[in-house]
């Protein structure tokens, strides 16, 4: 099998996509956004990496923001999204998003249709969600937890936990709030070390969460310090890697020079993941191609990271069951 086609048609588990993000421009045209909208979204996602900044990245997701807000439209960016995960074989995906007001929609309404979308979905793919509390939105960020417990008591079969997002130029990491959720029995993901800020990855870091995101400025070689390497080592929390979207957004340099190779290297626990990949042009197939191309995995260490990614995801027991059974099927029928 072409390594292409390895990539693609591996069972795939997706657990760091942003719903917004993850709108191709097809969608988003059939969302109704204008030819302008697509191609100021398509122009910038084909900018070269290095002419893009943090800031830059954060206003695309305003495109896709035009685009879905009322419940049709949140309903059906939920869909295409969970389709487009589908068609490149991804078996599980935890799918992430902020619940947003709009004039006509609340947040409540908001999270409703992402369920609607969810449960509605016939196609062989197991899809739970995670509810971002945007760090941007410091004065809310209570009101915004409340809901998602409320939310999470209605749905506990899909609501499986909480994400820690934003401009991580804004706002500050608030370990009661979490503690508030965890205790209400969600899971925690956060947005960590995107950019260097020592003092709240300490925390973020004591706090211990189930998962991390990006975890860019950890390693001494890539901007972080001893102590906070240290402590991570202590922890040992599954990394959630999303290769393309730091590459774009700046904060790694390369892809050769990404801080993946410290988690290789340490065998550390990571899973390859694509943030926005509407937003970044990636998909999950393709992360797996340039860890290839950059890390040299090979097929054999993709099928055992998606393997031991399975005891990463916030699934209950019985499905990571399945989940294993759908990867030992694939890989005894694939001769490898
Ligand atoms: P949404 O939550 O479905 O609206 O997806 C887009 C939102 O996800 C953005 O407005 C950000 O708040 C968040 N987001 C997407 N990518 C990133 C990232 O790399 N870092 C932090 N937040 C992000
Ligand atoms: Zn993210």
Redesign the pocket.
Known sequence: MEFEQFCNLLPKIELHA?????LSAFSLQKLGCSNEQISEYQQLADLQATEKTLNE??KL?KV??SA?KNQQSVYLATKYVIEDFFNENVAYLEL???P?EEQNMTKADYIESVIRAIKDCDKNIIVKLLL?I?R?DDLKCEENLELIIKMRQKYPNVIKGVDF????YNGTFDPKLFQKARNCGLFITL?CA?IKNDEEVEEILKFRPDRI??GTFLHPNFGGNDSIWKLYLDTNIPLEC?LT?NVA?GTAKSYKQHHLQEWIKNSLPFTLCT??KG?FGTNLSKELGLAYQYFSLTPTNLWEMTQKTVSYTFASDEEKKVLTKILQDWKVKNHF
């Open positions: 942003h719903l917004n993000g993850s990245c954060f997701f896709a923001h879905t992430r998003t902020t947003r971002s945007d941007s997002s934003g401009n991580p947005h995107e995101g990006h999303c979207s957004c943030d926005d937003v």
